[in-house]
């Protein structure tokens, strides 16, 4: 996280500079990285994980729901490891996918590379992103199917 240096005092700033947190919880990678990538708790505010949360019965077309016990671990976990940043502000919905930032980021990607197989969807962060499970973003590590870095 960039770090802005004011005197003697460190602040950690709110700016998104590229990187998250890795996923430091077993029972959520066990959970909620089988079907797809363990989105980093990060990446979505309070509001966005208690909702992704609530509907796990219906979840993107899927039945994802929990035991009480296993659900409640979790959401803890989420709540506890939300997000606050740029990547999150003003996204009420339950997709990452959906903050205005991420769509900003991602805008000048061709539909047809999204699109093929290699990819098939932008929630599928490490196909392009080769360091996302160490939760670095960062544009020298992206590299897309069939289309090579990003510059
Ligand atoms: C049975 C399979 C399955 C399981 C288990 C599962 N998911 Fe998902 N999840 C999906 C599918 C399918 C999508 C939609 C992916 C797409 O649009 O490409 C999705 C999408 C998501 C998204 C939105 C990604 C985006 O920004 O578009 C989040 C957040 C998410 N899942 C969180 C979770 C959490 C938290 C758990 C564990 C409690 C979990 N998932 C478990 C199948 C699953
Ligand atoms: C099809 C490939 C692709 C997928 C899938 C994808 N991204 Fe990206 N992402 C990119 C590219 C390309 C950029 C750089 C865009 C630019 O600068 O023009 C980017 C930029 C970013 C940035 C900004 C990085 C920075 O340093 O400014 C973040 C954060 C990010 N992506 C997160 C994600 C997350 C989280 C997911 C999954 C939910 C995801 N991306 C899925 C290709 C992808």
Not at 7 to 35: H, I, N, R
Not at 48 to 65: I, N, R
Not at 102 to 129: D, W, Y
Request: net charge positive; aromatic share 8%; with cysteine.
């Amino acid at each position: 996280m960039k770090k802005i240096i004011l005197g003697t005092m460190v602040v950690a700033s709110l700016a998104f500079s590229g990187s998250v947190p890795v996923v430091a919880d077993a029972l959520y990678q066990k959970e909620c990285a089988s079907c797809h990538f363990g989105y980093q708790p990060a990446l979505l505010n309070k509001a966005s994980w208690e909702k992704v949360m609530g509907s796990l019965s219906d979840h993107f077309g899927t039945d994802a729901s929990l035991n009480k016990e296993d659900h409640q671990a979790i959401l803890s976990y989420l709540v506890r490891n939300a997000g606050n940043g740029k990547i999150t502000t003003n996204n009420d919905t339950t997709r990452i996918t959906q903050s205005a930032y991420f769509k900003k980021e991602h805008r000048k990607i061709p539909l047809n590379v999204i699109t093929q197989k290699e990819v098939g969807s932008l929630a599928n962060c490490m196909a392009c992103h080769t360091t996302a499970d160490k939760g670095s973003y960062s544009e020298r590590d992206i590299v897309v199917p069939n289309y090579g870095r990003w510059e």
